[in-house]
């Protein structure tokens, strides 16, 4: 299955700035995707990534918050912009060969806005 | 919405076989059943998914109803390891992976 390299694997931001998250795939898949997961809880599906074209987002999330590139098949950054400490949560990017195969993910990004 | 229901938590014995009981009872004729793992402080892991079969690989196995509305995941032999939240998924048009709350499994020695 694909491996997944997520980084930065934490960090701590000011209020009002924006941190840009990296998800490299060590082979080319068809999907992904970006998660957050608050503390003690399940995880909250962001949006998907689209290749070549604008990401799909989940009710409850704008791209304007959350802009998402997919330039090629291995590779997506997700940004979390103008920060609040709301946005202080663990976000994850996941990865799969498409329909029929199973989903790999990054071990997550640990982002405290203080 | 997951379309998935799980019990909220179980317990097992170290050595002994852990059934994880999932009910899917709205799922389309080409959902796949997945399960993920995910262990303190990690990234969830994948188990093993499904169709319509049993499936079987190294870390457990996977029991679907014959009406697919209900499916069990077989880990044979716990392990303190095996500690985690598992969690049961439909994916279905559009192949995302929506989470629910999962099944808190913890395993005593």
């Known amino acids: 299955s694909a491996v997944i390299s997520q980084k930065p694997s934490r960090d701590i931001c000011q209020r009002g700035t924006s941190l840009t998250i990296q998800c490299q795939v060590d082979s080319q898949v068809t999907m992904m995707f970006w998660y957050r997961q608050q503390p003690g809880q399940s995880l909250t599906l962001i949006a998907t990534?689209?290749?070549?074209?604008?990401?799909?987002?989940e009710s409850g999330f704008v791209i304007d918050k959350f802009p998402i590139s997919r330039p090629n098949l291995t590779f997506s950054t997700l940004t979390v912009s103008n920060m609040s400490p709301e946005d202080s949560s663990i976000y994850l990017c996941?990865?799969?060969?498409?329909?029929?195969?199973?989903?790999?993910f990054g071990s997550g990004t640990r982002l405290t806005v203080v | 919405d997951a379309k998935t229901t799980q019990p909220n938590s179980m317990e097992s014995n170290e050595e002994e076989p852990v059934h994880l009981p999932c009910n899917h009872s709205?799922?389309?004729?080409?959902?796949?059943i997945h399960w993920y793992r995910q262990l303190p402080s990690q990234g969830p892991e994948y188990v093993i998914h499904g169709l319509t079969s049993n499936v079987n690989n190294r870390m457990a196995s996977l029991a679907i109803a014959e009406d697919r509305k209900s499916s069990t995941l077989i880990l044979h032999r716990a392990t303190l390891r095996d500690a985690a939240v598992y969690y049961c998924i439909r994916v279905g048009y559009g192949n995302k992976l929506v989470f629910g709350a999962g099944t808190i499994l913890r395993v005593k020695s």
């Open positions: 996941s990865a799969s060969r498409g329909e029929g195969h199973g989903y790999t």
């Open positions: 990534a689209n290749q070549g074209s604008e990401a799909t987002y």
């Open positions: 709205t799922i389309s004729g080409t959902d796949y």
